[in-house]
């Protein structure tokens, strides 16, 4: 289950707007999460975006290097992280924004999107929890 598949990126321009729209949010440095549960189901329970500021890192390498780390370390840490505790009648849309202030290395980067994703499904539970 260590994949990223295209089919687990967040790409429709629908579903980004209806997440950044009416999405909840919350930061733990050097990530701000948006993330919204739909009713609708999917062939992934989650479906993620990765942006990082081209107002902060003026050069395209080095985004892209920031990039693929945080996708890397989502790619380790969403099974057992994340997917188990989705619920399988929804499926999660996910922004993983990267507000930190310089490139760190990507064990920092697992380190942080680790507890960063266990933030997110205690407030999904807590969430599920009080409708």
């Known amino acids: 289950m260590y994949t990223f598949r295209k089919e687990e990126r967040l790409c429709s321009r629908k579903h980004l707007d209806l997440l950044f729209k009416n999405g909840s949010s919350f930061l733990l440095y050097p990530f701000r999460v948006t993330y919204l549960e739909l009713p609708d189901k999917h062939s992934f329970p989650a479906r993620v975006v990765v942006n990082v500021p081209k107002r902060r890192y003026k050069h395209a390498v080095d985004r892209n290097l920031l990039k693929r780390r945080i996708r890397e370390a989502y790619r380790h840490l969403k ?3 994340l997917y188990d505790l989705v619920n ?3 499926h999660l849309l996910l922004s993983l924004q990267f507000v930190g202030k310089e490139k760190y290395p990507l064990e920092f980067i697992h380190k942080k999107l680790n507890l960063t994703l266990q933030k997110l ?8 929890t009080d409708q």
């Open 121 to 128: 499904v205690s407030k999904i539970k807590d969430h599920g």
């Open 79 to 81: 099974s057992s992280e």
């Open 88 to 90: 399988e009648e929804k």
